[in-house]
């Protein structure tokens, strides 16, 4: 009798130190889980404040050491708003939270396209020379520079059934399409004369002092480009009017909604447009238009952005 009650306080003491084993170990999982997931992105940038949609999101865009760098910083909020944006360019992420940090009433994406073209500076207080390489596509603004002695090789002069003056001339492939649009409006019983295309710097030059003595500076640079950082010594920028109208009444007339529903067609954009003007540098000019392809016309037709923010991010982008 005796050695079965030992028996069983044996079979006791093992089952207990079994069930102790069990315990110990599910324990020692459980730790190891909650190690392991503390180690984890996902368990970090929670921590940090970040939310769990965030969090995914960030995980997903980000390689590892952008996270480790992200997890270095305080919490912000604006980071992966930032990161949403179409036009984000990763390079300009502190960028963009500097300025919003000055900024607040300013939107989101406002900031992206002000940083990303660089209107966050002063105008003209730095700027650097237009990559010509880019042919079509070349940028030139307050910020890019053509050199005084830049003149395109394949300037054509304009026919006069085409334009106002003896003198007119634009870029062999610009003057084709706009030959093209001028017909095909024409069709549609609209007239669009070229009012003013290629000019040379020395043009511009005088054209910028004239102003300057009867607007003053602060109009003048609103309204005019200063020599070198003018669209029209590319020879792909011209100015548009019809019978009977000028530059204050062409918004009014049917040539210039033929112009907004039809100009990316033929590869032109309207290259100021309205409510644009912190990030061109320029008054609204409804018959200002820049040739840059149809391919990059059409784009900025239909997404509603201006050629610097195009060229900011699909030209430059993360160069």
């Known amino acids: 009798m005796a050695k079965v ?39 970090k940038l929670q921590a940090r404040g970040y939310s769990e949609e965030d969090t995914n999101y960030l995980i997903g865009k980000l390689k590892d050491e952008e996270l480790e760098t992200l997890l270095n910083q305080e919490h912000n909020e604006n980071i992966p708003k930032f990161m949403k944006e179409k036009y984000y360019l990763k ?41 010509t390489s880019k042919d079509y596509l070349l940028l030139t603004n307050k910020f890019h520079r053509l050199k005084e ?15 106002y003056g003896t003198d007119s001339k634009l870029r062999k492939e610009a003057y084709e399409q706009f030959i093209t649009l001028y017909n095909e409006a024409k069709k549609d019983g609209q007239d669009i004369i070229i009012n003013s295309s290629y000019r040379s710097y020395q ?4 054209l910028y002092n004239r102003y300057l003595t009867t607007k003053g500076q602060k109009e003048t640079d609103a309204t005019a480009a200063r020599p070198g950082f003018s669209e029209h010594q590319t020879g792909l920028t011209i100015d548009v009017t019809t019978y009977g109208a000028n530059n204050d009444t062409f918004e009014a007339t049917e040539e210039f909604t033929w112009l907004i529903n039809h100009a990316h067609e033929y590869g032109f954009i309207l290259r100021y447009p309205k409510d644009k003007e912190h990030i061109t540098g320029y008054l609204y000019e409804p018959w200002h238009y820049r040739y840059v392809g149809v391919e990059a016309a059409t784009y900025i037709h239909e997404y509603g952005i201006t050629f610097d923010e195009y060229y900011a991010y699909f030209i430059e982008g993360e160069q």
Do not use: H
Request: glycine share 4%; hydrophobic share 35%.
């Open 5 to 43: 009650k030992l028996k069983k306080r044996n079979v006791g003491i093992a089952l207990g130190c079994f069930i102790v084993l069990i315990v110990a170990v599910v324990g020692i999982v459980k730790w190891k889980k909650v190690s392991d997931y503390k180690k984890t992105y996902e368990y």
């Open 91 to 131: 390079k300009n992420l502190n960028s963009y939270l500097s300025y919003l940090q000055q900024n607040p009433e300013k939107s989101i994406t406002d900031v992206v396209a002000i940083i990303n073209v660089g209107s966050d500076k002063e105008w003209y207080d730095s700027y650097v020379d237009t990559d």
């Open 149 to 163: 002695d830049y003149e395109p090789e394949d300037l054509e002069k304009i026919k006069n059934w085409y334009a």
């Open 203 to 206: 043009y511009q030059e005088d």
